[in-house]
């Protein structure tokens, strides 16, 4: 069975940066594109930043370009999303998410929250 964790969230001060990690298990990882999706307080989920299978390309939204980076390890299940320059905007539950390169499968982890705060 599939499993997203996601780790590294927390209250930071504007102008920051936060290292988002998400450690998966129960799924071929290398077979999945991976993706980060933020939700603000009340607002609709968003897309914040995808990664291929194989991690040679990659896609940002509008709002974050320049600021975040996502990366991923195969060897370690694991895909990451460095913040930088935070802001205030920012802040929302940041999750992580797997989608099968073929079948489309999506799996959701269960979120970390983000706060962009002075």
């Known amino acids: 069975q599939a499993h997203l964790v996601e780790s590294g969230g927390g209250l930071v001060q504007p102008g920051g940066s936060l290292r988002l990690s998400c450690a998966a298990s129960g799924i071929a990882f290398s077979n999945y594109g991976m993706s980060w999706y933020r939700q603000p307080l009340g607002k609709e989920r968003e897309v914040v930043a995808l990664?291929?299978?194989?991690?040679?390309?990659?896609t940002y939204g509008d709002s974050v370009k320049s600021r975040f980076t996502i990366s991923r390890d195969n060897a370690k299940n694991s895909v990451y999303l460095q913040m930088n320059s935070l802001k205030p905007e920012d802040t929302a539950v940041y999750y992580c998410s797997a989608r099968h390169k073929i079948a489309g499968t999506r799996y959701w982890g269960q979120g970390t929250q983000v706060t962009v705060s002075s």
């Open positions: 990664i291929s299978s194989a991690g040679s390309s990659t």
